[in-house]
């Protein structure tokens, strides 16, 4: 159910929402336009190219490849990075967008921000389930970037899903004997690539 969560949060972050006036509305626009696309349903192909069009308009996807893969960023190949920028990007379409089938019918709303430095302000929000169930609580860092607004990390409950992320691929790499070709070779079927 966390994971579920995580993910439903993750997709809701990357909306395109570059006329934004501030994090807040970026934040907003993100959440409502994400929860149009889970709603309505679309096919499999047309809601993996949605999603893929809102990962790349909300997130920097090289970043957060960066900072998910941790120390392994430094030791891997060019090769090995942008092969792993793909893999990541394709894995977070495919498994969230699967799951997202099972959601319908949440609201989305942003209860307040507040600046952590001069480029990063965090965004509260909350997750308000149809079922009437708690809400889901959701904070979003949110980046100053060249051309608008940028999530940096989402927090869901007080769990990082950038933290979260790095240490799942990090065991990974571990279990294998801290070669990042395990890693590459899981996302691979993982992608079906």
Known sequence: ?????????????????????????????LGDK???IINK????????R?????????FDMQALS???????WRTATEQQRSEFVKLFEDWIVSA?????????????KVTGQRPE?????????QIVRPSGGPP??????????????????????????????RQEFASVIQRNGGQLEALLKVLRERTGQ
């Open 1 to 29: 159910m966390a994971l579920l969560r995580l993910l439903l949060v993750f997709v809701l972050a990357a909306a395109p929402a570059a006329a934004a006036p501030d994090p807040a509305g970026f934040v907003s626009e």
């Open 34 to 36: 994400t929860l149009e």
């Open 41 to 48: 349903r679309p096919p499999k192909e047309e809601r993996d």
């Open 50 to 58: 949605r999603f893929r069009a809102v990962l790349h308009e909300g």
């Open 66 to 72: 960066r900072f998910v893969l941790g120390p392994h």
């Open 96 to 108: 969230y967008g699967e799951r997202f089938s099972n959601y319908s019918g949440e609201q989305f």
């Open 117 to 125: 430095s001069e480029s990063v302000t965090l965004v509260t929000s």
């Open 136 to 165: 889901i609580r959701v904070d979003w860092r949110v980046a100053k970037a060249a051309n608008g607004f940028r999530i940096s990390d989402v927090v869901v409950e007080g769990i990082s899903l950038m933290v979260t992320q």
